[in-house]
């Protein structure tokens, strides 16, 4: 589930006509490790880190006070842990959500299930480079998700291996195109490669993934894309 070439066109334009660069803030409890995400996302252009916590609470109280674009978030703070930071600023009961990635050394489902549900829209190791850095908070920023690919391709395993539960329709059904749409979806397609695919514009493919997300219930194309898996819309093979 990633959408990096989607995100080319989150920088909104500042008056003066130039782009603005999207903001970051970095919670990890750890500084080196701080450190080290900040000089990363320095060599991106367009990302600005404007701000750094050093534990759950720290990072909540800044997000909400500075809001910015992207929130990179370990799974592991002293106070509130990551999965427990991500509820309070992105969960369901939040009215303007801020946009999360989670980034952990640990690789484990329960972690990964766990941020999703809580609202992240991007799962990411520590080892990943700065091109792939870059893509998860270009890609959160536009409101797409991107997760590490080894754990992306463990979590369609995991589904490809579930017993197929009867689809579950939504209050109001989806159309023949929107199931085509739900689909690529959830096999990793961006944006920009489903319309594509399609033959469709972009702002068109956009119109189709608001109102998948409205019909499913859903509040993001990561919990989308889960959604067509667990009803067997969508196999790992597809």
């Known amino acids: 589930m990633t959408s990096p070439d989607d995100a080319s066109g989150a920088d909104a334009p500042s008056p003066a006509g130039s782009p603005r660069p999207l903001t970051v803030l970095i919670a990890d409890d750890q500084e080196p490790v701080r450190t080290g995400l900040r000089l990363l996302l320095g060599t991106r252009p367009g990302i600005d880190v404007i701000g750094e916590a050093a534990d759950g609470i720290e990072a909540v109280t800044m997000a909400q006070q500075l809001r910015p674009d992207v929130c990179l978030v370990d799974i592991r703070m002293p106070g509130l842990n990551g999965i427990e930071v991500t509820r309070k ?3 369901p009961a939040v009215s303007d959500p ?3 990635v989670v980034i952990t050394t640990f690789d484990l489902d329960e972690y990964v299930h766990g941020a999703l549900r809580a609202g992240a829209r991007g799962f990411l190791l520590k080892d990943a480079g700065p091109e792939l850095l870059g893509e ?6 536009a409101g797409d998700a991107l997760i ?13 291996r579930r017993p197929v539960a009867p689809p579950r329709a939504p209050t109001d059904p989806l159309s023949p195109r929107e199931e085509e749409v739900l689909a690529l979806l959830a096999a990793g397609r961006t944006n920009t490669e ?3 695919q399609m033959h469709l514009s972009l702002g068109t493919v956009k119109t189709h993934i608001g109102g998948i997300l409205t019909k499913l219930g859903v509040r993001n ?3 989308a894309a889960m959604r067509a898996h667990e009803t067997g819309r969508v196999r790992a093979e597809d």
């Open 89 to 91: 600023l992105s969960g």
């Open 98 to 100: 801020l946009a999360i």
């Open 136 to 141: 998860a908070v270009r890609a959160a920023a």
């Open 148 to 160: 590490a690919p080894k754990i992306t391709a463990r979590m369609l395993g995991e589904f490809s």
């Open 194 to 196: 489903i319309g594509a």
């Open 221 to 223: 194309r990561v919990e």
